[in-house]
């Protein structure tokens, strides 16, 4: 069974930071992106940036770039999203997914609420 936990979400004004934390605990076969997603409400979820945990290789999306930034912990198959320079539009309940792309299976977390102030 493996187990996806997010923490560090939290009520923030404009401007300022918040860290997002992402473990994966388990059993993990084969090569393994991990990546953080956000769902607004009355919106769809939207990938926000992932991270190869073998190579490194890094997303991000549009408007995010320039400020978050991915970082990974391949000794805990963990994954981080350093969030500067929040803006209200990044409200959102953030969830971290751990893809095992060998097996073509994905890993879900419960979310983390991130709320920017205005």
Same mark, same amino acid.
């Given at each position: 069974?493996?187990?996806?936990? $997010?923490?560090?979400?939290?009520?923030?004004?404009? =401007? +300022? !930071?918040?860290?997002?934390?992402?473990? *994966?605990? %388990?059993?993990?076969?084969?090569?393994?992106?991990?990546?953080?997603?956000?769902?607004?409400?009355?919106?769809e979820r $939207?990938?926000?940036?992932?991270?190869s945990m073998? =190579? +490194? !290789?890094?997303?991000?999306?549009?408007? *995010?770039? %320039?400020?978050?930034?991915?970082?990974?912990?391949?000794?805990?198959?963990?994954?981080?999203?350093?969030?500067?320079?929040?803006?209200?539009?990044?409200?959102?309940?953030?969830?971290?997914?751990?893809?095992?792309?060998?097996?073509?299976?994905?890993?879900?977390?419960?979310?983390?609420?991130?709320?920017?102030?205005?």
């Open positions: 069974e493996v187990n996806v936990v $997010e923490s560090g979400g939290g009520l923030v004004q404009a =401007g +300022g !930071s918040l860290r997002l934390s992402c473990e *994966v605990n %388990g059993f993990l076969l084969g090569r393994i992106v991990l990546g953080w997603f956000r769902q607004a409400p009355g919106k $939207e990938g926000v940036s992932c991270i073998s =190579g +490194g !290789s890094i997303y991000y999306t549009d408007s *995010v770039k %320039g400020r978050f930034t991915i970082s990974r912990d391949g000794a805990r198959t963990a994954v981080y999203l350093q969030m500067n320079g929040l803006k209200p539009e990044d409200t959102a309940v953030y969830y971290c997914r751990a893809t095992d792309l060998d097996v073509r299976a994905d890993y879900w977390g419960q979310g983390t609420q991130v709320t920017v102030s205005s």
